[in-house]
């Protein structure tokens, strides 16, 4: 997931931000240009997350097809 300057710190963060966006453009109140700038950060903000979702999802099933195995340290001498 590339790294901007005006790139969220980690998904909760971005999710944070697109929800407040959100909130923001639904009261109608905001200016037209506002409206419209709003809209673009809300885009990249819906790019990232679905990318960090997406990056997730596959390190999810690298897991389970078992390319990366737990390590078995063998039975513990007690």
Same mark, same amino acid.
């Given at each position: ?13 971005? !999710?944070?931000? *697109?929800? =407040? ?5 639904? +009261? ?9 700038? =709003? %809209? &673009? &950060?809300?885009?990249? *903000?819906? =790019? %990232? ?8 999802? *596959? ?6 097809? +078992?390319? !990366?195995?737990?390590?078995? =340290? ?5």
């Amino acid at each position: 997931m590339e790294k901007t300057s005006d790139s969220p710190a980690s998904f909760e963060a971005a !999710l944070a931000e *697109l929800e =407040a966006l959100v909130a923001r453009m639904e +009261g109608g109140q905001m200016p037209l240009a506002e409206s419209l700038e =709003a %809209y &673009r &950060r809300g885009a990249k *903000l819906l =790019a %990232y997350c679905q990318a960090a979702l997406k990056d997730a999802q *596959l390190e999810v099933e690298i897991l389970e097809k +078992g390319v !990366l195995k737990p390590f078995d =340290a063998g039975p513990a001498d007690a």
